[in-house]
């Protein structure tokens, strides 16, 4: 019996929302796309919420509607998904890392204003696994240096800080929709913010730069066709019903890894910081300092080869071969990143994973680091 990195959660709701599309003609530019808008901004409480097929044209589109490109640099975490740094470069932009804080494993907001200057554009921090720790403080040095926030919220659907959800801190958030998040549509994303005209600005590039109220074949502008459609409209709205639901049924889950893995000093294993309401995108735990990057990998190939599929969240991205290449980033540049990324597994995590199986997980873990052993 396989046991899944993770799994989507569709009830026969959502099957219906979406089968109920199929029998109208309306399967895009619909009034599920509206619809969807309009319950996200209230959810997350922004004045405008823009609909667009993933995470990464979201992000993309909301540095574009903001004029970042050639020259400008953005501010960023090496410790992240590769779309929010590709983002940046698809934007003509560089994105300028800053190391992390090793136990959120967030930008280390300490480390942010030394890398500011007159070609800083926007910063671009990330609740990493769904933790809003810092980011007070990142609010706090962008309004000083009077730089924007564009939050890259991808992994923070629900999470909050001291009562401030996630994607309220930038001018411009996004959010994602891949089937191992909080909530899904397939693929998709959300752009969140307060200001129209931004908001205008990414309805008319997500639809091949069409204006406002105008002709279907005008264009006003270089625009894509990053639209989401109704039908992946439709199993948004009902998940996002169900986001309390599934925000607990995820805590629970966290729950049961923390009591079963808490007491065992080979592991450090996540928790909440003071003021931070997580809403859990994955759960991952790092191996302790004394086990070496090799022996990681080994424990997850053995996890792996006992059907229980876990992964190594994240690699660095600044290592990734194409980005050191055209940046000239090297091993050793971001050491806080570098050490965290040889010891994290992601382990196992759903709304529906049970504690049976949770308990499955841990024991083979205890198991294979048992035979693991000290470092010689
Ligand atoms: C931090 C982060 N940014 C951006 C994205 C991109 O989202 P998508 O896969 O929908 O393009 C993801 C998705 O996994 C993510 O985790």
Known sequence: MRIYLSRPDITEKEIEAVCAVLRTPNLSLGPKVHEFEQVFANYIGRKRAVAVNSGTSGLFLCMLAMGIGPGDEVITTPF??????????????????????????NIDTSKIERKISKKTKAIMPVEVFGNPAGFDKICQIADKHKITIIEDSCEALGSALNGKKAGTFGKMSTFAFYPNKQMTTGEGGMILTNDDELADMCVSLRSQGRGKGG????????????????????????????????KAKRRQVAKWYQEMLSDDDRLIVPTESHGCDISWFVFVVRLAERFTHRQRDQILQEMNAKDIQVSNYFPPVHLQPFMAKRFGYKEGDFPVTESVCKSTIALPFYNNLTKDKVAIVCGTLKEILDKTGPVI
């Not at 779309?83 to 940046?88: G, H, L, P, V």
């Not at 625009?223 to 599934?246: K, M, P």
Request: aromatic letters at 8%; one cysteine or more.
């Open 80 to 105: 992240t998904f590769i779309a929010t740094s590709n983002t940046i470069m698809m934007t003509g932009a560089k994105p300028l890392f800053v190391d992390i804080e090793p136990v959120s494993m």
């Open 215 to 246: 002709d279907w074949l005008a264009h006003v502008r270089l625009g894509y066709n990053f639209r989401l459609s109704d039908i992946n409209c439709a199993l948004g709205i009902v998940q996002l019903s169900r986001i309390d639901e599934i």
